[in-house]
T-cell receptor, first 114, second 113 residues
Framework: KAGVTQTPRYLIKTRGQQVTLSCSPISGHRSVSWYQQTPGQGLQFLFEYFSETQRNKGNFPGRFSGRQFSNSRSEMNVSTLELGDSALYLC?????????????FGNGTRLTVT | GENVEQHPSTLSVQEGDSAVIKCTYSDSASNYFPWYKQELGKGPQLIIDIRSNVGEKKDQRIAVTLNKTAKHFSLHITETQPEDSAVYFCAASRGAAGNKLTFGGGTRVLVKP
């Protein structure tokens, strides 16, 4: 079974621009979560989607948004980029949203904001 | 909200020795505790997890112990090998629908041959 696939692997954007990251979950997994990883703040939860509905949201500003499609693929969008948004963005999937199944992570998208 | 503290932040061991990483959590309602290994350029990989109804779980050279009363859990790696060198993260979750994982700050493990 293929793992969680994230595209692109690397992105360089300028302050003020917006960016869209894509995630394809493991086949059969219906829940997709997004995490931000930085050296200073570590791994922080952004949001989780299940059956195209946002189930939970972390403490990030409204510039961070996401969505999930009917095939469980997900995208996250960051508008009006700031230098502090430079990070590794990780997508993770699991079969359901009960919290009883383990999360499997992709290799992330490295976003650099200049 | 939940807070997870992880120690040590770095750990250097000789090949063949054991490595122990400790985590404490604050939310007594947390009931699911996974451990992840992250290698350079890759995402975190689940290596073992434990639920609150179990005190210990073992998978080959890796074991995890949980003390619910003290709200701490530990990862034990025996007979360490160079390929065990990586950053390890503990995490905690309430395990209910939609609940997020709260991660510890990570431990960089270096296994010296």
């Amino acid at each position: 079974k293929a793992g969680v696939t994230q595209t692109p692997r690397y992105l360089i954007k300028t302050r003020g621009q917006q960016v869209t990251l894509s995630c394809s979950p493991i086949s059969g997994h219906r829940s997709v979560s997004w995490y931000q990883q930085t050296p200073g703040q570590g791994l922080q939860f952004l949001f989780e989607y299940f059956s195209e509905t946002q189930r939970n949201k972390g403490n990030f500003p409204g510039r961070f948004s996401g969505r999930q499609f009917s095939n469980s693929r997900s995208e996250m969008n960051v508008s009006t980029l700031e230098l502090g948004d430079s990070a590794l963005y990780l997508c993770a999937s699991r079969p359901d949203s009960t919290g009883n199944s383990p999360l499997h992570f992709g290799n992330g998208t490295r976003l650099t904001v200049t | 909200g939940e807070n997870v503290e992880q120690h040590p932040s770095t750990l250097s061991v000789q090949e063949g020795d054991s490595a122990v990483i400790k985590c404490t959590y604050s939310d007594s309602a947390s009931n699911y505790f996974p451990w992840y290994k992250q290698e350079l350029g890759k995402g975190p990989q689940l290596i073992i997890d434990i639920r609150s109804n179990v005190g210990e779980k073992k998978d080959q050279r890796i074991a995890v112990t949980l003390n619910k009363t003290a709200k701490h859990f530990s990862l034990h790696i025996t007979e360490t090998q160079p390929e065990d060198s990586a950053v390890y993260f503990c995490a905690a979750s309430r395990g209910a629908a939609g609940n997020k994982l709260t991660f510890g700050g990570g431990t960089r493990v270096l296994v010296k041959p």
